[in-house]
């Protein structure tokens, strides 16, 4: 009779067949590509945090947009903020220039500034969800694919015990022990995926929020020269807000 200490993954492992060891390698797949997505957007996240602030520091404290285009030229625009900043004044620019000479740029140039920002924040938005829908995947499948890989183990191992003829109970708890295994993987490949999306998907909802006011700061700048009265350095009227989130 095997000892307990034969017993374990890599004894399930070796007595499995290939839709066992085939199960096994799709979970460790999908642990890795998780959690490649999770180490890969902290450290994004983190990046473009402090370059966010480093970027809105120097904004707030320009003398005027006219310095805030000159910084934004000497350097290239690398998080949504900045980015957001140098679209908004290149269209800016470009209409006080050449007017509604193309249908891109037909209506007003509130309008024309309006749909240029609104692109350039769906833009950030699909940026942002990089890597959420194979997180999304993963926490909901890994837990059936490990709970598969427990059937298939325990329906494996009943049979070679019916082969064998003996059916004791010390001959079938460890073989059954090992399966129930592959459901602890499923759910540890799971639970990492499905926290990492839950922060992810409020740390965009955080950060869209104040792209979206930092827009309607920017968007009263530009069509009437001077921040709205009475109102906090990240909040407007209703009206410059609608319009630039309005349709979107």
């Not at 490649?36 to 904004?59: C, H």
């Not at 005027?64 to 679209?87: G, N, T």
């Not at 926490?139 to 004791?168: C, D, E, N, R």
């Not at 799971?190 to 409020?202: E, S, T």
Request: charged content about 15%; some cysteine; overall charge neutral.
């Amino acid at each position: 009779m095997e000892t307990t200490e034969t017993l374990g993954l890599t004894h399930f492992l070796a007595q499995s067949d290939t839709v066992g060891k085939a199960i096994f390698a799709i979970l460790v797949a999908m642990s890795v590509a998780s959690w490649y997505f999770i180490v890969a957007k902290s450290l994004q996240g983190l990046i473009a945090r402090r370059r966010t602030a480093r970027f809105l520091e120097s904004f707030w404290n320009a003398s005027s947009l006219h310095a805030v285009e000159s910084q934004l030229e000497k350097r290239r625009p690398d998080e949504p903020f900045s980015r957001l900043a140098h679209h908004a004044l290149a269209s800016s620019r470009q209409y006080a220039r050449h007017g509604a000479g193309r249908l891109n740029e037909a209506g007003t140039a509130a309008e024309f500034l309006t749909r240029s920002m609104r692109r350039v924040i769906d833009e950030e938005t699909a940026a942002l969800e990089w890597g959420l829908t194979v997180l999304a995947s993963v926490g909901s499948t890994a837990p059936f694919v490990g709970l598969f890989g427990t059937v298939w183990g325990v329906y494996h191992a009943l049979v070679k015990i019916g082969m064998s003829g003996q059916g004791s109970l010390d001959q079938i708890a460890g073989p059954v022990g090992e399966a129930l295994i592959m459901t602890g993987a499923g759910l540890a490949v799971a639970i990492p995926a499905v926290l990492a999306y839950n922060a992810f998907a409020r740390s965009n909802r955080v950060l869209l929020a104040k792209l979206d006011a930092f827009a309607h700061d920017l968007f009263a700048f530009l069509t009437t020269g001077a921040q709205c009265v009475g109102t906090e350095p990240h909040a407007l009227s209703d009206e410059v807000g609608q319009a630039i989130v309005g349709g979107a």
